[in-house]
């Protein structure tokens, strides 16, 4: 059994956390109006969920109509960028706007993105659309849980974290079948528009019941003066140059190239010196303070939630890979064959949520979901287009399980060792760490698969020379689709499945390590009590202050 740290002056690992504020607590009773609010938060989160996957099997389509070329790239990069790097900043504006507008305006700009996208008539008005997309989306899914942290105490947070994550976990899974469905019976328009009176809904229910506390006191230049711009700009202009590295990396350019090799340079430049300008008198009031980094438990946590987005989307990017030019699978089929990886999550991350909120203990719950991520990655090597359906589906599922175990216990962990006043910040910057680990969960892969498709074809695995040349140097992730390889001999479609076979055996070869890293990691954390009640600034307002304040807004309307 792993025993729970006692606390002590001398302990590293408490110096810097929050003080105990659990005596004799008053039990947690949520009210209808907590359920309605995640009601309305889960709509929304359904909306940022469905447009994570639902381009998936629209893509061709829309690529094809609006002739983007090889900028079909950035439709996605776009979404992630501003998502990613939009994270901390919310968190900012949750403190000094208050967690209700910003929320109601990170719909607003959603469903915005979705109507320039939905009308877009070139491929640059439908990036534009797509970045507008990923700052609303980025926003619903990180003010949601700053949310739920304000309203629920650290103890039950999981609970209903794993309701968020359900309802994330089911919109994931739908996507590409919603995808599929509307580029088959209607414009491809549809995939944007759907958002439009789904997120009108969400943004009603939003503004009736979301009405929580708030700084109401502060002058619009004192709330100004608290958001960090120095920050905010060097780690926007960092995020920008290491994605836009990252999305030709391989393919427009090799990676020693200086076209890849500068801006990915100069963007973990910006991280560093970001991390540095964070630590000095600079930012009187910084994006992403140091202090959350000062225990090695929260660093471990930092890395771990890296590697777990990281891992998740490796996974997700290269499973299709594999059903599509190995098992020869049509695109709705490999969608299909996604499902376990989306939908046994939801199990996993109630299951972790329960034994969360009744034994208070996170390390446990991590050392044995990162063995099963790894297990599962590991069995994930043995696929190939012998692999039964029965078999890859347990494979996903096991991963799957253990990933979604993980998902509600990070935060909450990570959360522990901060003051409830940082709550906004903490869930800011756990979330630029996890968004950015799917960056490099897509990246780091990708160079993986490319380097050893090239390194196989090098030694002649491929007697065709026309089909060596169309699938190296970064061509072969766009040829992967049972198409491309029907259309050749049987004798040259079996070199084709098995070299595909080898060099995704290699990316998830790879992926071990890392998740075997992460394991490691969680034997070393350390444990604090989650704490039980709530010591916060932004709790729901009182009906009758409410009630005060809409009359307050009917006289000044009248007068």
């Not at 910057?429 to 799917?438: D, K, P, Q, T």
């Not at 009758?544 to 809409?550: A, F, H, K, Y």
């Amino acid at each position: 059994m792993f025993g729970i740290m006692k606390t002590s002056n001398s302990s590293t690992e408490t110096q810097h956390s929050p003080p105990r504020n659990d005596v004799n607590p008053t039990p947690f009773k949520p009210s209808f109006r907590i359920y309605a609010i995640v009601f309305g938060l889960g709509i929304a989160n359904l909306l940022a969920a469905l447009e994570n996957t639902v381009l998936t099997i629209a893509a061709p389509v829309i690529f094809t109509d609006l002739q983007l070329g090889d900028n079909f790239i950035w439709v996605t990069n776009a979404f992630f960028l501003s998502s990613t790097a939009m994270q901390p900043l919310f968190g900012q504006f949750c403190n000094v706007f208050g967690r209700r507008y910003v929320m109601l305006t990170a719909v607003g700009i959603f469903v915005l993105g979705s109507g320039i996208c939905g009308g877009a008539s070139t491929g640059a008005m439908l990036i534009g659309g797509r970045a507008v997309q990923g700052v609303g989306s980025g926003g619903i899914i990180m003010v949601s849980s700053i949310v739920i942290s304000d309203l629920v105490p650290l103890r039950e947070r999981g609970n209903f974290s794993a309701i968020l994550m359900s309802i994330f976990g089911v919109g994931s899974a739908l996507g590409p079948f919603v995808g599929g469905v509307i580029v088959s019976s209607t414009s491809w328009r549809w995939v944007f528009y759907i958002n439009l009176p789904i997120g009108g809904v969400a943004f009603g229910l939003l503004f009736i019941f979301l009405r929580v506390k708030y700084n109401k006191e502060m002058t619009l230049w004192e709330k100004l003066k608290k958001i960090d711009l120095i920050g905010n700009g060097i780690l926007i202009a960092s995020t920008v140059s290491i994605l836009y590295a990252l999305s030709y990396a391989g393919t427009r350019y090799p990676w020693r190239s200086w076209h890849t090799l500068v801006p990915l340079l100069i963007g973990f430049l910006g991280l560093f010196i970001f991390a540095w300008v964070q630590n000095t008198s600079i930012c009187p009031e910084p994006l992403m303070p140091m202090r959350f980094f000062r225990t090695p438990t929260s660093i471990i946590l930092a890395i771990n939630t890296f590697f777990y987005s990281a891992l998740l989307y490796w996974s997700i990017f290269f499973l299709p890979v594999l059903f599509q030019s190995v098992k020869l699978y049509s695109p709705k089929r490999a969608g299909v064959a996604l499902l376990p990886i989306s939908l046994l999550g939801i199990p996993g991350s109630i299951v972790g949520a329960v034994a969360l909120t009744r034994w208070g203990r996170y390390k446990p719950l991590h050392i044995f979901a990162f063995a099963l991520q790894t297990l599962g990655l590991g069995l994930f090597t043995l696929l190939n287009e012998k692999t039964t359906v029965a078999e890859w589906a347990v494979f996903e599922c096991i991963l799957s399980f253990g990933g979604g175990m993980i998902f509600t216990s990070l935060l909450p962990a990570f959360q522990a060792f901060i003051h409830e006043r940082d709550l906004a910040a903490c869930t800011a910057a756990w979330y630029f760490i996890r968004l950015f680990g799917n960056i490099w969960g897509v990246a780091i892969p990708a160079a993986i698969f490319n380097q050893r498709i090239d390194s196989l074809l090098a030694k002649g695995a491929i007697s065709d020379p026309q089909v060596s040349k169309i699938i190296s140097a970064g061509g072969a992730y766009q040829a992967a689709s049972a198409s491309f390889v029907h259309q050749f001999p049987e004798s040259l479609q079996s070199e084709i499945r098995t070299l595909y076979s080898q060099a995704i055996q290699r990316v998830f070869q790879v992926s071990i390590a890392f998740s075997g890293v992460a394991f490691l990691l969680s034997l070393l954390e350390k444990e604090i009590p989650l704490r039980k009640t709530l010591e916060t600034d932004f709790g729901l307002e009182k009906e009758q202050t409410v009630r005060e304040g809409e009359s307050e807004n009917a006289e000044r309307t009248s007068g």
